[in-house]
């Protein structure tokens, strides 16, 4: 075997229910988020446990464990690049070598490296265990500066690695593209904020056509112009959210490959958010700072709740009773680092990985 690390064998049984599609999703656990020591300007991965689901979600340390034990190095925050339905996304090595690792199963995969991927500067999981127990490790290519650009996208089923062309391009090295994407459908869905190309849009990789667009996002000129907005999925509903004047603004796409049109479903105000914030303890208010810098940072996948919060402390609200409660707050001399892209929503998965062994690759030039 070569897998990194497989302590436990999944039973017969289990398995075959983890291979069918709702069998293989579980609820949500927790977040994955990129945090900050502040005295020591430090970053690293860290863990916030779902407060809606106390009973089955572990504690930070012990998830941040489960996954960083497979693993053959000490992963920083830089090293780790996605999760997408239970599965994590890991980097090392100025020419990218690519780990795939389930905690649920304990396992961790070595994806075959292709040494063409020197400008490779992100990547992204495309995996749903609703579909397929088969994944996409999907890397953004900065070889070439203008379009037509290169997605170089490995395939857990086939093994092996195959080049797709962008009509537009997504950016350089230098510019700043969103790196958290969400995958729906086949396709990948990632924010832009690059000089190059309109910063208010929303960039779709369709994995299984071969083909991009981009989509404009809702009511972007009242979006603020150096602002990240949070992409997400809600109830298998690609959703957008983002602060407008004074009010936190939650849209669903329609008609997604038609006619792209956005709904506006929630606008909460603010100053009602801030007012359930100041009834919270002491503590809570210090770290969770200005109500200014109040950000939408995940959507519940399965239900309509919204996650917020600032640098300090993270809170849910139920819109079916405007209820605000408080999921985490940070330790002192600690921050969450840009919530609003840095917050991955993790939910276990049963699915077995694919072992690949330890063989180098590279990618044929078309």
Not at 193 to 218: H, M, T, V, Y
Request: proline share 6%; hydrophobic share 35%; with cysteine.
């Amino acid at each position: 075997m070569h897998l990194i690390n497989q302590r436990e064998t999944i039973q017969g049984g289990l398995m075959a229910t983890s291979l069918d599609g709702k069998a293989a999703s579980s609820p949500l656990h927790g977040f994955i988020y990129h945090a900050l020591r502040v005295s020591s300007r430090k970053t690293y991965i860290d863990y916030i446990p779902c407060a809606m689901t106390p009973a089955v979600a572990p504690e930070p340390h012990e998830f941040v464990k489960s996954y960083s034990s497979l693993l053959p190095f000490e992963p920083a925050r830089g090293d780790f690049l996605d999760c997408c339905n239970g599965l994590l996304l890991f980097v090392e090595g100025s020419i990218p070598q690519y780990y795939v690792c389930n905690p649920v199963t304990k396992q961790c995969v070595v994806i075959p490296r292709d040494f063409t991927l020197e400008n490779i500067c992100s990547a992204s999981l495309a995996f749903d265990p609703f579909k397929s127990p088969h994944y996409r490790v999907v890397c953004f290519d900065y070889s070439e500066p203008k379009p037509p650009q290169r997605l170089r996208v490995f395939s857990s089923e086939t093994g092996s690695w195959t080049i797709q062309e962008t009509s537009f391009g997504y950016g350089s090295k230098k510019s700043r593209l969103a790196k958290h994407c969400i995958y729906l459908d086949g396709v990948l869905y990632r924010r832009s904020a690059s000089k190059q190309i309109d910063s208010k849009q929303l960039l779709c990789f369709d994995l299984n056509r071969g083909n991009s667009r981009a989509i404009e996002l809702p009511e972007k000129e009242r979006l603020a112009p150096n602002n990240y907005g949070c992409i997400g999925l809600s109830r298998h509903h690609l959703c957008y959210s983002d602060l407008v004047g004074t009010a936190l603004h939650f849209w669903l796409l329609e008609d997604r490959c038609k006619n792209d049109r956005w709904t506006l479903i929630h606008n909460i105000n603010v100053d009602y958010l801030g007012k359930h914030v100041h009834r919270l303890d002491r503590i809570t208010i210090a770290r969770f700072g200005k109500i200014s810098a109040l950000r939408p940072f995940a959507l519940h996948p399965t239900s309509e709740v919204i996650f917020f919060g600032t640098r300090g402390a993270m809170l849910s609200y139920h819109p079916e009773d405007r209820r605000v409660e408080l999921i985490y707050r940070t330790k002192k001399d600690r921050q969450i680092i840009k919530g609003q892209i840095s917050v991955f929503p993790y939910t276990p998965c049963l699915v077995n990985l694919k072992d690949f062994g330890q063989l180098d690759c590279s990618l044929s030039q078309p």
